[in-house]
């Protein structure tokens, strides 16, 4: 079954504790990015992917950062997690060319007391 | 870079009337204009999208219009039942390179009453 995965799902976490969120798709998609869903503010980009190896910031990358060293995987990093950063955390990936074309994952609700 | 404007941020009709969400942008090398639907607790999935050489596009009781020159485009949900309710993102994509980026408004909740 083509799909997006994202684990873990839900974390509750303290400020400063690093934690990882791991991202990965069964597609062969060239393209993933993340995004951050907070009430009235929509989906905001954090940071994206074309290819391995070539990361790009999105809209709001400040305190995460990405890595893609293969092309199925694209994990989020909080090097040191704050309060601000609590928020709906979704991966989503597309075929190449065709970017609007997102498929994404379930979701992660993170907390960060 | 590219802005998406998005109205409005509610709306609320009652089951068989027709909803209207707008949406605007900024950036007129902008060339897909896609809409996804995010139902509650779940994730944003594809429900149609329009390119910039297309003026309409219909599926079933959705549509999709884009006005270039006045860098708009609208999503028409006709006959709306109770499954419509969701939030309702449009979004546009921005060529960047070779394959571009999406940028998204900030949604609508829209809510069908029996």
């Known amino acids: 079954e083509a799909q997006v995965t994202q684990n873990p799902r839900y974390l509750i976490t303290v400020t400063g504790k690093k934690l990882t969120v791991t991202c990965s798709q069964n597609?062969?998609?060239?393209?993933m990015s993340w995004y951050r869903q907070d009430p009235g503010l929509g989906l905001r980009q954090i940071y994206y992917?074309?290819?391995?190896?070539?990361?790009d910031k999105g809209d709001v990358p400040e305190g995460y950062k990405v890595s893609r060293k293969e092309k199925r995987n694209f994990p989020l990093i909080l090097e040191s997690p704050s309060p601000n950063q609590t928020s709906l955390y979704f991966c989503?990936?597309?075929?190449?060319?065709?970017?609007?074309?997102?498929?994404f994952g379930p979701g992660t609700r993170l907390t960060v007391t | 870079g590219e802005n998406v404007e998005q109205h409005p941020s509610t709306l609320s009709v009652q089951e068989g009337d027709s909803a209207v969400i707008k949406c605007t942008y900024s950036?007129?090398?902008?060339?897909?204009f896609p809409w996804y639907k995010q139902e509650l607790g779940k994730r944003p999935q594809l429900i149609i999208d329009?390119?910039?050489?297309?003026g309409e596009k219909k599926d079933q009781r959705i549509a999709v219009t884009l006005n270039k020159t006045a860098k708009h485009f609208s999503l028409h949900i006709t006959e709306t039942q109770p499954e419509d309710s969701a939030v309702y993102f449009c979004?546009?994509?921005?060529?960047?390179?070779?394959?571009?980026?999406?940028?998204f408004g900030k949604g609508t909740k829209l809510s069908v009453k029996p």
């Open positions: 989503a990936s597309s075929p190449p060319w065709r970017v609007h074309e997102q498929y």
């Open positions: 597609m062969n998609h060239e393209y």
């Open positions: 992917s074309m290819n391995v190896e070539v990361t």
């Open positions: 950036d007129s090398a902008s060339n897909y």
């Open positions: 329009i390119r910039s050489n297309v």
């Open positions: 979004a546009a994509r921005v060529q960047e390179g070779s394959q571009g980026n999406l940028i």
